[in-house]
């Protein structure tokens, strides 16, 4: 039907994972009541799915489904390495049960001749390796402000406080400390990067991977840059 006003099509999106390691849901709430205290508006409304694999035994799935849902995330289902059983059970109940994509294991093609090379058709630039302008800021960021850069980098000349929050589609850059919330690659920029002067960030995210503060002891309190290796952010010593 052409002319049909739906369609459904296959596609991808990042979605947040929380991974239980315990079925004691007092446990479980008091741990998800530690994370989201430290970045309320970040976690608002985030689709989670709810990887239940390392746990060995049955739990309540409603529970775990409502106790979620008390956090104000938005539950999507379960995931996870699980029996058959287990699945026709979480659907049962009125529950999506999410499968992860397989790794790619097939052989990577051969290299194509100088020839074949010539021919080929040169693809649009995707959307990291577009050059982004920046926007540039000047003065502190406070509590309570938020900047977005969209499509540029951001570039802030000043120190970011905690409760503020700045944005951008491209790379972030402080020359000050960082000590609020920063969101590097909102749109998807898998190799966006944020630098500061001083890493004290509450939360830093980069395509939808996300550090607390607690995840970046190692270079805290310094000159710092954070990026993304595959699925997981790297901070390393900016100087």
């Not at 289902?77 to 049962?92: D, M, N, S, W, Y």
Request: net charge negative; glycine share 6%; hydrophobic share 40%.
């Amino acid at each position: 039907m052409a002319d049909a006003s739906i369609e459904f099509k296959g596609s991808s999106f990042t979605l947040s994972v929380l991974h239980l390691k315990s079925s004691e849901l007092a446990d479980i709430r008091a741990d998800l009541t530690k994370k989201v205290a430290q970045a309320p508006d970040f976690f608002y409304l985030v689709p989670v799915v709810v990887n239940i694999e390392q746990l060995s035994c049955s739990i309540d799935y409603q529970a775990v489904k409502n106790l979620v849902a008390e956090f104000n995330f938005t539950f999507v289902g379960f995931t996870g390495a699980v029996t058959k059983e287990q699945r026709l059970h979480i659907r049962e109940l009125g529950f999506s049960f999410v499968n992860t994509a397989k790794a790619n294991t097939s052989p990577k093609p051969a290299v194509a001749k100088k020839s074949e090379v010539k021919e080929a058709t040169v693809e649009a630039p995707k959307v990291d390796e577009h050059l982004y302008t920046d926007k540039v800021h000047r003065g502190q960021i406070r509590s309570g402000q938020q900047i977005y850069a969209k499509d540029q980098n951001l570039v802030i000349i000043g120190s970011v406080s905690a409760g503020a929050e700045v944005i951008a589609d491209g790379n972030i850059h402080v020359y000050g400390s960082l000590r609020g919330r920063a969101i590097a690659g909102a749109k998807g920029h898998h190799k966006a990067q944020i630098y500061c002067q001083n890493l004290e960030a509450e939360l830093v995210s980069i395509n939808g991977n996300y550090w607390l503060s607690e995840s970046m002891e190692e270079n805290w309190g310094s000159p710092a840059f954070i990026h993304l290796t595959d699925s997981e952010l790297t901070s390393s010593k900016l100087i």
